[in-house]
């Protein structure tokens, strides 16, 4: 099984999750293709391909990806975009909206995202599943209180029902393990963070403690395991299973 991810710079703890991970997914090859920011808004469609409009975004794919110069759209048994400036949200308790406005919500929400720009491209040449995975829930340390995480389930579920679905799209929670007050990252996940490398020399440092947006490998890892193993892929024990949600 072949699998494509897309995204800018928050690819990069899935990227370190994904090679702690990579040996326990036998005959599966997961090739990333990435740039900081918006770079992937220069990508065009050409004869089923994506490709760079701009020699440093293609240095960057060839880069990430470990050497192809374009995307292959039909050689992929999966795509996942991630991050993009696609947020995940939660619904406040006894909030309720109508579904008409609910769907207008996430149409103006996301119709100026990347995220969206780009499932729109994929979408015109191949009718196969595309899964979004959002950008990390900011970090924050744990408080008092209440941890339930059904605001942000009921966003993520009203998002697949009312406007991901009928786009035969799927977008996808982070692990529920990783969430604390609600709506955040634990901060536990953003410690040690790594920035996106997408040129030789550049090697992978650190972003700065302030940094609340980017998480860590242990981040990646999680993340990774909770996506392979809602499509079936991979072997894992029931503690491993438990941490997911």
Same mark, same amino acid.
Request: a positive charge; aromatic letters at 8%.
């Given at each position: 099984?072949?699998?494509?991810?897309?995204?800018?710079?928050?690819?990069?703890?899935?990227?370190?999750?994904?090679?702690?991970?990579?040996?326990?997914?036998?005959?599966?090859?997961?090739? #990333? #293709?990435?740039?900081?920011?918006?770079?992937?808004?220069?990508?065009?469609?050409?004869?089923?391909?994506?490709?760079?409009?701009?020699?440093?975004?293609?240095?960057?794919?060839?880069?990430?990806?470990?050497?192809?110069? #374009?995307?292959?759209?039909?050689?992929?048994?999966?795509?996942?975009?991630?991050?993009?400036?696609?947020?995940?949200?939660?619904?406040?308790?006894?909030?309720?909206?109508?579904?008409?406005?609910?769907?207008?919500?996430?149409?103006?929400?996301?119709?100026?995202?990347?995220?969206?720009?780009?499932?729109?491209?994929?979408?015109?040449?191949?009718?196969?599943?595309?899964?979004?995975?959002?950008?990390?829930?900011?970090?924050?340390?744990?408080?008092?209180?209440?941890?339930?995480?059904?605001?942000?389930?009921?966003?993520?579920?009203?998002?697949?029902?009312?406007?991901?679905?009928?786009?035969?799209?799927? #977008?996808?929670?982070?692990?529920?393990?990783?969430?604390?007050?609600?709506?955040?990252?634990?901060?536990?996940?953003?410690?040690?963070?790594?920035?996106?490398?997408?040129?030789?020399?550049?090697?992978?440092?650190?972003?700065?403690?302030?940094?609340?947006?980017?998480?860590?490998?242990?981040?990646?890892?999680?993340?990774?395991?909770?996506?392979?193993?809602?499509?079936?892929?991979?072997?894992?024990?029931?503690?491993?299973?438990?941490?997911?949600?």
């Amino acid at each position: 099984m072949k699998i494509a991810v897309l995204g800018n710079s928050h690819i990069a703890a899935l990227k370190q999750g994904w090679t702690a991970l990579a040996a326990r997914c036998e005959g599966v090859d997961i090739t #990333f #293709f990435g740039q900081q920011r918006d770079g992937l808004k220069n990508l065009e469609l050409s004869e089923g391909r994506l490709v760079a409009t701009n020699p440093v975004l293609l240095e960057s794919l060839r880069f990430t990806s470990g050497g192809h110069s #374009f995307i292959e759209l039909a050689a992929y048994d999966i795509i996942l975009l991630h991050g993009m400036a696609l947020m995940g949200h939660a619904i406040a308790p006894r909030q309720h909206f109508s579904r008409k406005a609910l769907k207008a919500a996430f149409q103006e929400g996301v119709k100026d995202q990347l995220s969206y720009k780009l499932l729109m491209l994929i979408r015109s040449a191949t009718d196969k599943r595309i899964y979004l995975g959002h950008e990390p829930l900011k970090a924050d340390i744990r408080r008092k209180g209440g941890q339930a995480t059904r605001g942000y389930e009921a966003w993520i579920a009203a998002a697949n029902r009312e406007f991901y679905e009928p786009l035969n799209a799927e #977008f996808l929670s982070q692990p529920l393990k990783t969430v604390v007050n609600g709506s955040a990252t634990n901060m536990t996940y953003s410690k040690g963070s790594k920035r996106l490398a997408t040129q030789e020399g550049m090697g992978e440092p650190a972003h700065p403690p302030k940094d609340l947006r980017h998480m860590n490998d242990e981040f990646g890892r999680l993340w990774m395991m909770k996506f392979l193993n809602g499509r079936g892929i991979g072997t894992w024990t029931e503690a491993e299973l438990a941490l997911l949600d």
